[in-house]
C-alpha cells in the first residue's frame, strides 16, 4: 500500500478529519515532514495517490541527484609534489610490513 512506501522512506502520513463537502466525505492529508505537500479526495486511496504523486515530483525536481563525491588518487610523486610538511594522522608511504632502512 501507500502508506508502506511512505513508511519506507521515512515519512509520516497525517490524515485530518473526515470533512462533509456537498453531503460527501472528503479526506484530507498531508506529510508530516513536508507539510507544503498536501491533497485531499473523494476516498482515502485518492488522497494518498495525489500525496504520492506530489512527493514524486517534489523528489525529481527539487531534490538533485546526489552527485557522488570527486576523489582523485594521486601518485607518489604527485602527492610528494603538493606535500608541504605537514603529517597526516595514518598516512605512511610506507606498507606496514616494510621498515626504512638507514
Known sequence: MIEDYFKEVGITL????????DERPMYTGYLKELP?????????KIMQQ???????TYQELLLPDAEEEK?????TEELLRY???ETFDGFSLLAKNEQVEE
Open 14 to 21: 497525517v490524515e485530518l478529519p473526515i470533512e462533509l463537502v
Open 83 to 85: 606535500y608541504d610538511g
Open 36 to 44: 507544503i505537500i498536501n491533497a485531499s479526495g473523494a476516498s482515502r
Open 71 to 75: 576523489t582523485m588518487n594521486l601518485s
Open 50 to 56: 495525489k500525496l504520492a504523486e506530489m512527493y514524486q
